[in-house]
């Protein structure tokens, strides 16, 4: 990981700002789809309710991204993602644009400038248990884009993803079809449990797709989420969050695992992927209060840049004032990290 650019990325004044996601547009140019929402909002739970997927460009992989448009905003509480659009991951292929996402809904009215906004929030309650994977396709990075009627990927009353499925982590296979890393969480009574990992696959991205593994990732002890996975000459590998730091060392640091079919899953002997520690240009070194929602930019063949969702303060999100989509060139490419 070579040093981060001070003034790369993408960040708005009076926004939250999260979840970046990069491809190279036909107009050779970079376009990253990223998630905000309001900063009258607190940053969490505020996404749960008021989150829009949104493009900002740059004619570099570096940036600054420049906001260009929102690309998924509210679309009315009818609809299963009509409240609130997150976790982006942009794909280019075969002459598509894929844009995996979250969406959620709740039948409450809109929060509005001067509302309290806890965790107990009836909006917050119902959004959460809302949270399903959805996809919208584009034949340009400009849109205008299709989205599904109903989420690509529902939850199984019984099964470990009875609750919830987010953070889609898709990867497209030479014959057009996909595996789906996803994250999910189960109810247990009237609440819900410990987030896990599952599997799903489809012959093509618009579905139908079905979960091939009925059993999480990863045993409980394994605690992590947003996986970021790619295609490698043994089969897969994944970079994610290790949410307590008991795998990598470091609490919200980064585990690289190793997959030969796409669903088991074993960590990799090297097994810390990156840190919350960042140099940057300007020769500073800091942890950063967040360091979450990992994205590699392949570019052929190899990865060429790392993207995190990251925020200032101590750590922890209510202690955070600012948070911007970062970037951080790398180094040649290991053949580990190669993309198949």
């Known amino acids: 990981m070579l040093p981060a650019p001070v003034g790369g990325g993408f960040r708005m004044e009076n926004w939250w700002v999260w979840c970046g996601s990069v491809v190279r547009g036909e107009d050779g140019r970079y376009h990253m789809f990223a998630s905000r929402w309001p900063k009258w ?15 900002a460009v740059s004619d570099t992989p570096e940036g600054p991204y ?46 509005e400038p001067g509302d309290t906004v806890e965790m107990d929030d009836c909006r917050v309650i119902a959004a ?19 989205r599904m009627d109903a989420p690509i990927l529902p939850v199984r009353p019984g099964k470990f993803d009875s609750y919830l499925t987010s953070n889609p982590a898709p990867c497209i296979r030479e014959d057009g079809s996909v595996l789906l890393i996803y994250k999910a969480r189960r109810y247990e009574g009237h609440t819900y449990g410990k987030m896990t990992l599952g599997a799903a696959e489809a012959d093509t991205p618009e579905g139908p797709y079905h979960v091939i593994s009925e059993q999480p990732l990863f045993p409980p002890q394994v605690h992590v989420e947003d996986p970021f996975i790619w295609r490698t000459e043994e089969g897969y590998a994944m970079i994610a969050k290790d949410m307590e730091g008991h795998l990598c060392g470091e609490k ?27 140099v940057w240009d300007d020769g500073q070194e800091r942890v950063m209060g967040s360091f979450e ?19 200032d303060g101590p750590g922890g999100f209510r202690q955070a004032e600012n948070t911007w989509n970062m970037v ?13």
């Open 328 to 340: 951080i060139p790398l180094s040649a490419a290991s053949d580990a990290f190669k993309e198949d």
């Open 41 to 55: 909002l607190p940053m969490h739970p505020g996404w749960l309710i008021r989150s829009e997927i949104v493009r």
């Open 293 to 311: 929602r990992p994205f590699l930019l392949f570019q052929d063949g190899k990865p060429t840049h790392m993207f995190a969702a990251v925020a």
């Open 66 to 111: 420049e906001y260009a448009e929102t690309v998924l905003p509210a679309r009315g509480a009818e609809y299963w993602d009509g409240r609130s659009t997150h976790n982006p991951h942009i794909i280019r292929h075969n002459g598509k644009f894929l844009l995996y996402y979250m969406g959620s809904t709740h039948p409450f009215a809109e929060a």
């Open 252 to 278: 919200h640091g980064g585990i690289l695992a190793v997959s030969v079919n796409g669903t088991d899953w074993k960590l990799a002997d090297s097994r810390k992927a990156y840190s919350r520690t960042v």
């Open 128 to 146: 959460r248990a809302g949270k399903r994977v959805g996809l919208a396709v584009a034949d340009s990075v400009l849109g205008p884009w299709k």
